[in-house]
């Protein structure tokens, strides 16, 4: 009895180990207020694409970065691009915005966010849109998406705004469990029947 109780806890525990821990591009490995990053910027396995090519603004020491003790990341140009390094596909939780000064958002189009997010592999590829606009508020703000299976997200800003903790997925997509694992898990309970049986005919019998 123990010895298939162990092996069931070995199976689960070998096919457990693909829990996929989230990653937290935050901008964080130069605290330091700096200028013109090269495009890409990578992190974690993913890269962020400026396209300017003045390259990019890190606030870091700076009296107006949202992020006090961290770093945030401005874009000088309109648009920004997340992809995963290799290419393949990812899960995009949330990420941390705040307008481009730290003052709160004044009411204008300076606080508007669009973000493209476009699904799966060519050609079966799909993109939906969402509009993100910063309240009045200084400090960093969370969009929350959870969006799974995206190949890529462009970032579109009506103005400039500070970005940091995106937090993402190499994958979260729905994985087939293959045929041999049921099999072996429909054996094992089959085992663990007959044997709980078997104990209890033995114990029967005594009396």
């Not at 070998?14 to 130069?30: E, K, N, P």
């Not at 669009?114 to 699904?119: G, I, M």
């Not at 799966?120 to 993100?132: E, L």
Request: net charge negative; charged share 15%; proline share 5%.
């Amino acid at each position: 009895m123990e010895k298939i109780f162990c092996s069931a806890l070995f199976c689960f525990a070998l096919f457990g180990m693909s829990t996929i821990q989230a990653a937290v591009i935050d901008f964080d490995s130069d605290p330091s207020f700096h200028y013109g990053m090269v495009s890409p910027y990578e992190e974690d396995g993913f890269q962020v694409f400026f396209f300017d090519p003045e390259g990019a603004l890190f606030w870091g020491t700076d009296l107006k970065n949202a992020d006090p003790g961290g770093n945030t990341i401005t874009n000088n140009g309109p648009e920004m691009l997340i992809s995963k390094a290799d290419g393949g596909l990812f899960d995009l939780i949330s990420i941390d915005l705040a307008d481009v000064a730290n003052f709160g958002n004044q009411g204008d189009l300076w606080g508007l966010v669009w973000f493209d997010f476009v699904f799966g592999n060519p050609p079966a590829i799909h993109t939906i849109s969402h509009i993100v606009y910063l309240d009045e508020l200084a400090g960093l703000q969370t969009a929350t998406f959870n969006y799974q299976g995206l190949l890529q997200v462009s970032i579109l800003f009506s103005g400039m705004a500070q970005l940091d903790n995106i937090v993402v997925n190499p994958s979260l997509m729905p994985v087939p469990v293959p045929a041999t694992v049921w099999l072996f898990g429909s054996g094992l309970a089959g085992l663990l029947g007959f044997n709980r049986k078997r104990s209890q005919s033995t114990l029967y019998s005594k009396y």
